[in-house]
């Protein structure tokens, strides 16, 4: 496990940035697992800038996202799809039909979590995987008692996340009970793992993650287990290490 700690979250995302380019020029057919949350925003920003004045092209690439909340109608603001598309996609030159998300919406949502696998494996894979970290160390939406081995399937959010997601959403009880997320097995299996974590807030989930023992009780613990992660972080994530 790799850790840099930086003074700031757009020195983080220019560091992000970096790989994310380089991924772009050097790979013909890149696949790129994105993350919603607050931590990868200035990396998105970096992405968008550099699209729109440096010319950095994502149309030959792909992309998946990390998770959705079940139960949210199509195209609803706060929909992790919708996120991504207002806060990167829709803002780049890639097509929309090459970024697909769990199907929060299916009617079988444990056929959908089977699909999605499959649909990443049949895409090569994912090369980079941008990934945040929640206050409680879940990562997309493994919550601390996930199975390692987890796939893409139905989970329910705690309370502690319902309410630190409240704020993307009128009130707390607007916030969905339940999501589909990739599972911390589908997660492990992309060939880049890179962690953006920012902010006090996040000091006691990113020491759990990096410097306690591999357990359900922290899913991104999971990530000391991997053969190439970059975990990203500023001085106040970093206060606990
Ligand atoms: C949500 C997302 C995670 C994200 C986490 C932390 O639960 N499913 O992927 O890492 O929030 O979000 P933030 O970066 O806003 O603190």
Do not use: W
Not at 107 to 124: M, P, Q
Request: some cysteine; glycine content about 10%; hydrophobic content about 40%.
């Amino acid at each position: 496990m790799e850790i840099v700690i930086l003074k700031s979250a757009d020195e983080i995302a220019t560091v992000v940035g970096d790989a994310i380019e380089d991924l772009l020029r050097t790979h013909e057919a890149p696949v790129l697992g994105l993350a919603t949350g607050s931590s990868p925003l200035p990396v998105y920003r970096e992405i968008v800038r550099r699209h729109t004045e440096e010319g950095l092209s994502l149309a030959h690439a792909r992309a998946f996202l990390l998770d959705e909340y079940v139960g949210l109608p199509h195209g609803h603001p706060e929909s992790y799809r919708e996120v991504i598309r207002r806060e990167l996609t829709g803002l780049v030159d890639i097509d929309e039909s090459r970024v697909q998300g769990p199907d929060g919406g299916s009617d079988d949502i444990a056929s959908a979590g089977r699909r999605y696998d499959e649909a990443i494996r049949a895409a090569g894979g994912v090369d980079l995987q941008l990934l945040g970290i929640g206050s409680d160390g879940h990562i997309a939406f493994n919550e601390p008692g996930s199975s390692l081995a987890s796939r893409t399937r139905l989970k329910t959010l705690t309370e502690q996340t319902r309410q630190d997601n409240a704020r993307f959403f009128d009130h707390v009880d607007d916030v969905p009970y339940h999501v589909l997320t990739q599972g911390l097995g589908t997660i492990m299996e992309a060939r880049h793992l890179v962690l953006v974590a920012t902010g006090a807030g996040k000091a006691e989930a990113v020491a759990a993650m990096v410097e306690g023992p591999v357990s359900q009780l922290c899913p991104g613990s999971v990530t000391q287990m991997h053969p190439h992660v970059t975990v990203l972080l500023d001085e106040d994530a970093a206060a606990g290490l």
